[in-house]
């Protein structure tokens, strides 16, 4: 039986001997296979991340150009509507002529534009309908002379002697400065934000 004792004894070694090599087979593989997947990780993350720049950047100018193109529309929209307005506000201008509050304004009008030529002789021209208004005005300001001109544009204009000031008083005039101020408005209002 010693024999057999001794078969038995080898053989439990050798299934302790073959189950420790098998557990450091096991963990030397598992091992092996961390390492790799850290490497082909660490390899990917090489690999896209000149991708994922390149499309960060390209979502970025994505935006950028969807934002500067709303702004553009935006600017777009608002030009065609101040168009829009002042093509109906330039159809009514000659009625304006006919307006008494028109008339009652052309008193502080005249006095802001004859500022611009002091006391030097000077050349109101304007169409008929405001002549007389005009004319009631200036009653006693020798250096000034209106002239009802049926093609003048609504409105007046002042004019020195050899037209080396011309204050320009026309509706057309006064609405194209105010146009000017407003397209300039709706500019700054697009800068509104990123």
Known sequence: MAIEQLLAVLEQDAEAERQTILAEAR?????????????????????????????????ALAVEEARQQGRTEILAARAGLLDRIFAMVRSRLPAMLRDSRY???????????????GDQPCIV????????????????????????????????????PEDRVVVDQTLEGRLERLQSILALQSLSDLQIGP
Not at 30 to 59: F, G, K, S
Not at 103 to 117: F, K
Not at 136 to 146: D, F, K, L, N, Q
């Open 103 to 117: 008339h009652g304004a052309l008193a502080d009008q005249l006095a802001d534009a004859l500022t611009y030529v």
């Open 125 to 160: 021209r304007c169409p008929p309908p405001i002549g007389d208004t005009l004319r009631s005005i200036t009653a006693g300001r020798e250096a000034v002379t209106v002239v009802e001109d049926p093609n003048a544009p609504p409105g007046f204009t002042v004019r020195s």
């Open 27 to 59: 963990s030397e593989a598992d091992r092996i296979r961390r390492e790799a997947a850290e490497r082909a990780t660490e390899r990917r993350a090489q690999l896209l991340a000149p991708r994922e720049r390149a499309w960060r950047q390209a979502a």
